[in-house]
């Protein structure tokens, strides 16, 4: 069975830290690109990073400088650090798995599906409730 389980979300300040992580079951880890996305009430679901397998990670506008994404192959694992998080950080956070490998190392395809989550995404996460009190 497939599945996306992440954990590490909690309430955080405005300012604060957080690192969220996402267990991979099954051949999803090693078949598949995965990402981060996030979603608020009312909002279409975003993109926030998406990884190759060589590391080429690219990330979303409101992210970049304060988010990192880093796998561990070995624990087929996906984090997310985030730092100087703002109130509108506030999100659902979810892991996704999608496409293929070959696909993934193409940063042209990372920032489509980056784009668009729901052109690629196969697999997704239950979502992490990340709230950021301003």
């Known amino acids: 069975q497939v599945q996306l389980v992440e954990s590490g979300g909690d309430s955080v300040p405005a300012g604060g830290s957080l690192r969220l992580s996402c267990a991979a079951s099954?051949?999803?880890?090693?078949?598949?690109?995965m990402g981060w996305f996030r979603q608020t009430p009312g909002k279409e679901r975003e993109g926030v990073a998406v990884?190759?397998?060589?590391?080429?990670?690219p990330f979303a506008n409101y992210v970049t400088g304060r988010f990192a994404i880093s796998p561990d192959n070995t624990k087929s694992t996906l984090y997310l650090q985030m730092r100087n998080l703002t109130a509108e950080d506030t999100a659902s956070y979810y892991c996704?798995?999608?496409?293929?490998?070959?696909?993934?190392?193409?940063?042209?395809?990372?920032?489509?599906?980056?784009?668009?989550?729901?052109?690629?995404?196969?697999?997704w996460g239950p979502g992490l409730p990340v709230p950021v009190s301003s």
């Open positions: 996704a798995a999608g496409g293929t490998v070959y696909a993934c190392s193409s940063a042209s395809w990372r920032r489509r599906w980056l784009a668009v989550p729901g052109n690629a995404a196969a697999y």
């Open positions: 099954g051949d999803i880890y090693d078949n598949h690109c």
């Open positions: 990884i190759a397998r060589d590391g080429g990670a």
